[in-house]
């Protein structure tokens, strides 16, 4: 595509990235637009035989597993990593939440977000699914599990027991197999999880980024975020499996590092596998066995052969918009509603115009997303980077002792500004919804 050829040369690529991450990033994110795109532009053409939208979010938690946990590793700084996330994922995710509220006169919010004060701690936290709040933005369920990931992440890291990856994958595969077979749904219902989990978030995060009392306050937060996974999320059994995933990804790593086999990561396939078969809480369309084994295989292969591939040159296409992802994942929703509030149900038209409304949709989603990497992103990261430096300076301190052996490095990636997230896999259009 010219537009988004000529766009990507406008935006710099850092040459110390991980070009087959951002690659991955790339391709989970094209899925990811085309399974919001395709049942409302061009329905036809929809794949039915796997989810595009599992599949590209699968490829994403796979590459968070995979970079996030070394990359603290690597640094060993709580403090850094911490102020890096907020200001790499904030930003944005405020500036989203500000547009979709500024408009909802026009395109209103969702009906799965409260109208109380629970929408707004959960959104504070992102812990949104967790706590079973609708986000303003339709994708943002995701970054629950992300949330999730991080504050375990920090909590094993302090704990000393970070090297475990392959154990703990096949422990919530298997988590989310059990949970599948007795949980209906979330056990915590109502608005004071979001409450709850938020004054302990707050509390808990002044805690590890100021150094007093961090290793207690991060495993609260673990056991917090670990209790929220099982016992309150919308779909336990998916969230469990979700985990299971990314901890595979930081099996993965560890085994290309000489540190683990890759025995581990084949269970927990199997188990991810089988999980959704007999769970109470299944039903819908990409659960059913076909289409679900089939999508978690070619997530599987994309991530293998990318990986496969990594010392050589990859498409600077991808590579570019794995570097915009966390953009793109966030706003293309929201444009793509307000493009067919414009454009009207564009389902029965005829395929040339669907083909050419598409494009234009595509165009306007990939341009507003560049610019949003370039003017909200981009910046920020950089005061994020400031910021960390300050603190580091100002705030060293006994607490803040590194994990022996592993000191700052510059790694290229969670020094410069890494994305992930990963995008929506539910079905916000299944067959025969309505549009919006």
């Known amino acids: 595509m010219r537009v988004s050829t000529a766009v990507a040369r406008s935006v710099p690529i850092p040459v110390a990235r991980l070009a087959w991450l951002d690659a991955l990033r790339g391709i989970g994110a094209l899925a990811v637009v085309a399974e919001h795109l395709l049942p409302w532009f061009l329905p036809d053409l929809r794949p039915y035989w796997f989810n595009l939208g599992v599949y590209g979010i699968f490829v994403f938690f796979l590459v968070s597993g995979y970079i996030i946990p070394t990359s603290l590793e690597r640094h060993g700084d709580v403090r850094a990593f911490w102020i890096s996330r907020f200001f790499r994922l904030y930003p944005l ?64 890291f302090l704990i000393r027991a970070h090297d475990r990856s392959g154990l703990l994958s096949m422990l919530f595969a298997a988590g989310s197999v059990v949970v599948g077979l007795v949980a209906s749904g979330a056990v915590l219902v109502g608005g004071w999880p979001a409450y709850l989990s938020c004054g302990m978030f707050v ?52 085994w290309e590092r000489g540190g683990g086999s890759l025995w581990p990561v084949a ?15 299944s039903g819908w369309w990409w659960v059913q066995a076909d289409v679900w084994l089939t999508t978690i295989a070619l997530a599987g292969a994309t991530f293998a052969g990318a990986m496969a591939l990594r010392a050589r040159r990859l498409p600077r296409v991808l590579v570019w918009l794995g570097l915009i992802s966390y953009s793109l994942y966030l706003v293309h929703h929201p444009l793509l509603k307000y493009f067919v509030e414009i454009s009207g149900d ?91």
């Open 93 to 156: 995710y405020l500036s989203v939440i500000v547009l979709v509220l500024a408009l909802a006169w026009w395109v209103p919010v969702r009906g799965e977000v409260p109208r109380d004060g629970s929408a707004v701690a959960a959104h504070a936290t992102m812990l949104l699914d967790v706590v079973s709040v609708g986000g303003v933005a339709d994708t943002m369920w995701t970054l629950s599990y992300e949330m999730v990931f991080y504050l375990l992440v920090t909590a094993l």
């Open 203 to 254: 509390a808990g995060l002044v805690c590890v980024v100021w150094g007093r009392l961090r290793t207690p306050a991060a495993c609260v937060l673990g056991v917090m975020a670990l209790a929220l996974l099982l016992l309150s999320s919308r779909v336990p059994w998916l969230g469990a499996a979700v985990i299971a995933i990314m901890f595979a990804g930081t099996a993965i790593h560890r």
């Open 267 to 281: 269970v927990t396939t199997a188990l991810v596998a089988i999980a959704p078969l007999w769970a109470i809480e």
């Open 346 to 436: 564009l389902r029965q038209a005829e395929l040339p115009y669907q083909l050419g409304m598409a494009a234009l949709a595509m165009t306007v989603v990939l341009v507003v997303s560049a610019l949003a990497y370039r003017w909200i992103e981009r910046p920020m990261q950089a005061l994020g980077r400031r910021v960390s430096r300050r603190s580091t300076r100002g705030l060293q301190g006994p607490a803040d002792q590194r994990v022996a052996g592993q000191g700052p490095r510059h790694d290229g990636v969670l020094g410069h500004e890494e994305s992930q997230m990963p995008d929506g896999m539910r079905d916000h259009v299944g067959r025969g919804d309505p549009v919006g």
